[in-house]
């Protein structure tokens, strides 16, 4: 399918919604937070946790590790002896403030404004008269500006402040920060235009940043400068590295690839950028072609839980069908930036389709970040822990990005502000509007309200999800003219059931679209919430001949804190025929243990197979899987998302 | 079993044998290579190669790169200047001392010693009066001596200049790299001695050329201090780091160590040398408790091939039975320090055993490294390759230590002087003796002399092996009294058959020992060389569903270039019960093809599978396999050693 633009946008609308991407043409228009309000529930929660716990974790600790101070040194001159925190340390304040801005304009937080301010003055108060502004290169004693674009993060930790300003404009401020950004936005012109420096950033986000601040002030200069780095992308004006230039995409142009590769959040913040400008400049066949990479990348590079990036040495993306479950890096920051291009898509095709990924990515890779106390989190989403970690330091910062078990900080802190600033913004990624109708992406308890050419349109919807499938939708007001409601219908959800004012209608496909008129009427959708045995494509070599668990959008895993007493999670089978049942923490299936033999060396002829007896399996026991995402949160244990099928309870192949 | 040390030996023999390990005690004695010489055959070739091609290449690069220039530099004072290199590069050059004092003995290559002379002249000159020597390091403008004990590798840098002084000693000479190497000992017992600096290096390796050191001079202060490190290690003197400190094994003592963990070459070169310490020190639980944590490394975590090391992010073991294929580091030089490992649990225990780690190693990790050409080197060795690799340059430096192909030389280069060593002091590991008799642990052609008690024992060796199976020995000369000729029992080779004059003799376990006496005897071992199928521990998960080839020594696979055109790799399965035929070029297999669905999601429900038609497979073709140390030397390619099973030749299970 070709992404549909819708011309008509094009005229502009009084009031920009409060939304995080605001493209000008797009098949969907993005309603944005002010129009949908999140209010209980799976995610309800998770805003509250954001507001209360993550984003003052986030304040505490970029004080505690010195990153702010390190603007303060800058001031004072002293930055270069007395700086902290990697190279882009800079960008975790930018991303926090980025949380704040949204926070502020969801809760209304007064306490929260007055920190932010604090903050901005701050980083204000380090820009260089020309705009630049960076506490690890151009300060006395420090390195030149732009001496290190393959790992300096200069242009990154820009595109980070302009997505903060962005979010303070969209949220209706143009305050300190937002002049702030946007003399470094014109500066960054200035030096790596068309006639400048021939260079690109090491780490794509400048571009999609650069599109963004284009449509919010309407200044075609930012588009045209992000053009510029994309073109330019691709030809090795980076250095090469041990990781070769695919690491960070400068070794082909973003037109001749095929599938995304390197250094996963890199590859996606690019691709995310690149649609954005692609978007903008109406080029159908360019967003075309993006579309291609990433849905190329879902086929054969995606992890079960929407998780994305396979190595851990590089942070990149394997080979097609290279997954290890065990070494599955699943970067929490891939993942928001897998939802940041399935969001754009969403927007730019109205595929429904990219709203499973989102789901997808949110429930069983974001979520799964943050613990319980929103003071600790995953940097890595693997699917399998075969030895239990110790425990991380509760109050330390982690040198170790790969952290076993959630950390409160990071020497790389990248994903906690990450994980702030999805959930901040969260509300924006539940309904979409075109002309004539509203579409319903996410199920969440909330409000929802559109305004649509016939007329407004406010909606109350509720639900248990995704712990129950039920999700009732009422038309509190509407227009007497016809206008359609759609609901995706996950791909999980085979037989979905919707009704309107208790009458079924037909559902086909990945969304139901229901001809409305008029208010007070009432619309369920029935989502199937019975656990699946999930099996993998027979090309993903490293989990040959195992299943997981799923329900509903949850991935489920099972934890060595479940098993019976002296039971090792590397002996459990699974029944994949066998019956599976859903509990109030999780999901039951059908286990058996398989004994092993120890051996000096763990391979073996085949020769004598016939005459061997099969490896004995014991009668089945119940064996209890959690939602991936609250795996670790228990204290230390053994995981397993894909677990080998028994071979007693397998039919014959 | 316990290890036997035959304390008889401690009396000392007049003339220590020409190797590059010489234990006072042991259960057998190396005979040196002096003593034995490969004349022909698959190692014959390669011995003649590292003479013509890989020696000369690494002293052409080693010059090259600057590495060698450092040391004139640290003389005319611009070192911190125009260094090059990492920081452990004049590691290489002593490594490269060492082959050449090995290959001087074993060729008498006067051109060579000339060679060699002008290099040892470059270093020593830039020795300090106090014995340091380092061209990174305590120089004008460069960072302070032991400064950075975590990174710096000092220490392991002199582990490898006392090892060519060694190499220097048992062939006879005492000359400028001997003085060097001594100086050098000397300064690191002063400085690091039980009242000096409390810290060891990052990467081990001194412990072992300091007990060899001791052994050669029979100055005992240098096993004191092997020890001194050996039991400081494991205290956390070192800080800790990103992949915490099991990286460099100092998180845990020795003697708390239930198994290898942590960077690969590292633990292998720390238990080399803790064995050899506890040998010299006569503590047998030491020893066997080391013996016990290789052992279940072997068990464990250790490839098909022999290769250990299964991320490449650290260059580290992963947990147990987490060996994946495709991202299998297997660093060459791991295969060379698992050969150290293993030699000396052999000469301690008489176990043969390790005769058959050493031999599955040096025929699949360390052979696979050089090209045929002995011009270009793997540094790592996976057993999967999934996507053909771009050809790495002919004639340049590669940034890349992972190269998917054969590269010249290494930002990294430890592995080709590591490949140059083992293979010119290869003669040395193929047999060893005792008082009463001769062990031939290695068949290859060639002769061996060993002095037992009762006399004199002249030995032919003729065999094509690993290419045929049949080793013929004729005893050219041998005493009238009673001696015992042992040969090791392949663990593959169920159905070997041993003659003596044409008389068959029983062969049980691991050993067939021969009461011999007299000359003239003809002694023929016929090793079954029919290929075999292997399949793994079934906890091994990456590899779960498939098997492997094997005949004889050799691991096989299967490279794309000699599959049809049109066909790919990732398409073939194997019939494990189909017949097997050995060919001139490797093996032939039952192979089958299977087509597969592409899908924009590559997991699905098995809720359906009983209705679902099983994966069609095609009928049976001719599917070659080659021997893996020859893989990539016919250009890019896809590769497997591990291939899924057939369902069509699968017997139910």
Same mark, same amino acid.
């Given at each position: 399918?070709?992404m549909?633009?819708?011309?008509?946008d094009?005229?502009?609308?009084?009031?920009?919604p409060?939304?995080?991407?605001v493209?000008?043409?797009?098949?969907?228009r993005?309603?944005?937070?002010?129009?949908?309000?999140?209010?209980?529930?799976?995610?309800?929660?998770?805003?509250?946790?954001?507001?209360?716990?993550?984003?003052?974790?986030?304040e505490?600790w970029?004080?505690r590790?010195?990153w702010?101070?390190?603007?303060?040194?800058?001031?004072?001159?002293?930055?270069?002896?007395?700086?902290?925190?990697?190279?882009?340390?800079?960008?975790?304040?930018?991303?926090?403030?980025?949380?704040?801005?949204w926070?502020?304009?969801?809760?209304?937080?007064?306490?929260?404004?007055?920190?932010?301010?604090?903050?901005?003055?701050?980083?204000a108060?380090?820009?260089?008269?020309?705009?630049?502004?960076?506490t690890?290169f151009?300060?006395a004693?420090?390195?030149?500006?732009?001496?290190d674009?393959?790992?300096?993060h200069?242009?990154?930790?820009f595109?980070?402040?302009i997505?903060?300003?962005?979010?303070?404009l969209r949220?209706?401020?143009?305050?300190q920060?937002?002049d702030?950004?946007?003399?470094?936005?014109?500066?960054?012109?200035?030096?790596?235009?068309?006639?400048?420096l021939?260079?690109v950033? %090491?780490?794509p =986000?400048?571009?999609?940043?650069? !599109?963004? +601040?284009? #449509?919010?002030?309407? *200044?075609?200069?930012?588009? @045209?400068?992000?053009?510029v780095?994309?073109?330019r992308?691709?030809?090795?004006t980076?250095?090469?590295?041990?990781?070769?230039?695919?690491?960070?995409?400068?070794?082909?142009?973003?037109?001749?690839?095929?599938?995304?590769?390197?250094h996963?959040?890199?590859?996606?913040?690019?691709?995310?950028?690149?649609?954005?400008? %692609?978007?903008? =400049?109406?080029?159908?066949r360019? !967003?075309? +072609?993006? #579309?291609?990479?990433? *849905?190329?990348?879902l086929? @054969?590079?995606?992890?079960?839980t929407?998780?994305?990036?396979?190595?851990?040495?590089?942070?990149?993306?394997?080979?097609?069908?290279?997954?290890?479950?065990?070494?599955?890096?699943?970067?929490?920051?891939?993942?928001?930036?897998?939802?940041?291009?399935?969001?754009?898509?969403?927007?730019a095709?109205g595929?429904?389709?990219?709203?499973?990924?989102?789901?997808?990515?949110?429930?069983?890779?974001?979520?799964?970040?943050?613990?319980?106390?929103?003071?600790?989190?995953?940097?890595?989403?693997?699917?399998q822990?075969?030895?239990?970690?110790?425990?991380?330091?509760?109050?330390e910062?982690?040198?170790?990005?790969?952290?076993?078990?959630?950390?409160?900080?990071?020497?790389?802190?990248?994903?906690?502000?990450?994980?702030?600033?999805?959930?901040?913004?969260?509300?924006?990624?539940?309904?979409?509007?075109?002309?004539?109708?509203?579409?319903?992406?996410?199920?969440m308890?909330?409000?929802?309200r559109?305004?649509?050419?016939?007329?407004?349109?406010?909606?109350?919807?509720?639900?248990g999800?995704?712990?129950?499938?039920?999700?009732?939708?009422?038309?509190?007001s509407?227009?007497?003219?016809?206008?359609?409601?759609t609901?995706?219908?996950p791909?999980?959800?085979?037989?979905?059931?919707?009704?309107?004012?208790?009458?079924?209608?037909?559902?086909?496909?990945?969304?139901c679209?229901i001809?409305?008129t008029?208010?007070?009427?009432?619309?369920?959708?029935?989502?199937?919430?019975?656990?699946?045995?999930?099996e993998?494509?027979?090309?993903?070599?490293s989990?040959?001949g195992?299943?997981?668990?799923a329900?509903g959008?949850?991935v489920?895993?099972?934890?060595?804190?479940?098993?019976p007493?002296?039971?090792?999670?590397e002996?459990?089978?699974?029944?994949?025929?066998?019956?599976?049942?859903?509990?109030r923490?999780?999901?039951?299936?059908?286990g058996?243990?398989?004994?092993?033999e120890?051996?000096?060396?763990p391979?073996?002829s085949?020769?004598?197979?016939a005459?061997?007896?099969a490896?004995?399996?014991?009668?089945?026991?119940?064996l209890?899987?959690?939602?991936?995402?609250?795996w670790?949160?228990r204290?230390p244990s053994?995981?397993?998302v894909?677990?080998?099928?028994s071979?007693?309870?397998?039919?014959?192949?």
């Open positions: 399918m070709s549909t633009i819708d011309a008509q094009r005229t502009g609308r009084p009031a920009q409060v939304a995080p991407v493209p000008t043409v797009g098949a969907v993005p309603l944005g937070i002010e129009r949908i309000r999140i209010d209980d529930g799976f995610w309800g929660a998770r805003q509250r946790l954001n507001q209360e716990s993550i984003i003052p974790h986030l505490y970029e004080e590790a010195g702010l101070k390190n603007f303060d040194a800058v001031v004072d001159g002293t930055v270069a002896d007395v700086r902290t925190g990697q190279k882009f340390a800079d960008s975790e304040i930018y991303k926090t403030l980025e949380a704040m801005a926070e502020i304009a969801r809760s209304g937080d007064a306490g929260l404004q007055t920190r932010f301010d604090r903050i901005v003055a701050r980083v108060a380090a820009q260089k008269p020309d705009g630049y502004l960076n690890r151009g300060n004693g420090q390195p030149p500006r732009y001496s674009l393959e790992w300096g200069e242009l990154y930790c595109g980070h402040l997505q903060a300003a962005v979010a303070r949220t209706g401020h143009r305050d920060l937002v702030v950004a946007i003399k470094a936005a014109d500066h960054v012109c200035e030096v790596f235009g068309p006639d400048g021939q260079r950033c %090491g780490h =986000e400048i571009e999609t940043a650069l !599109v963004e +601040l284009s #449509r919010v002030t309407g *200044d075609e200069r930012y588009l @045209r400068q992000a053009r780095f994309l073109d992308r691709g030809h090795g980076l250095g090469d590295i041990e990781f070769g230039r695919s690491y960070f995409q400068d070794d082909v142009p973003i037109r001749d690839n095929e599938v995304l590769r390197g996963a959040v890199r590859a996606l913040y690019l691709t995310a950028g690149a649609i954005d400008a %692609g978007i903008e =400049e109406h080029d159908v360019y !967003v075309d +072609l993006l #579309r291609a990479q990433y *849905d190329r990348t086929a @054969r590079r995606t992890y079960i929407g998780g994305m990036g396979s190595h851990h040495q590089d942070e990149a993306f394997g080979d097609d069908f290279e997954l290890p479950p065990d070494r599955a890096y699943c970067e929490t920051c891939a993942g928001v930036a897998s939802v940041m291009v399935a969001w754009r898509l969403l927007l095709t595929d429904l389709r990219y709203g499973d990924v989102i789901e997808r990515t949110l429930y069983n890779v974001i979520a799964a970040s943050p613990s319980d106390s929103g003071r600790a989190f995953f940097y890595t989403n693997p699917l822990q075969r030895v239990a970690a110790a425990a991380a330091p509760a109050d910062l982690s040198l170790r990005a790969q952290s076993q078990l959630r950390a409160p900080w990071f020497e790389v802190s990248c994903c906690p502000p990450n994980v702030a600033r999805t959930f901040a913004q969260l509300a924006s990624y539940v309904a979409t509007q075109n002309a004539t109708g509203v579409q319903i992406i996410q199920y308890t909330g409000d929802i559109a305004e649509l050419d016939v007329g407004v349109v406010e909606l109350r919807m509720t639900t999800y995704p712990d129950d499938g039920v999700v009732t939708i009422d038309v509190d509407a227009p007497d003219a016809p206008w359609t409601l609901l995706r219908i791909e999980w959800a085979e037989s979905a059931v919707v009704t309107v004012d208790d009458a079924e209608v037909p559902v086909v496909g990945a969304r679209t001809p409305m008029g208010s007070g009427h009432r619309i369920v959708l029935h989502l199937p919430m019975e656990p699946r045995i999930m993998p494509d027979p090309r993903i070599d989990v040959r195992t299943v997981a668990v329900r959008p949850l489920m895993c099972v934890e060595s804190v479940d098993l007493v002296g039971v090792d999670l002996s459990v089978r699974i029944d994949a025929a066998g019956a599976l049942a859903s509990t923490s999780g999901v039951e299936a059908s058996r243990l398989v004994g092993y120890d051996a000096m060396w391979y073996r085949v020769a004598d197979e005459s061997r007896p490896v004995p399996e014991s009668e089945p026991f119940r209890p899987l959690v939602p991936y995402h609250t670790a949160n204290g053994t995981m397993r894909w677990i080998p099928r071979h007693t309870g397998r039919p014959a192949a």
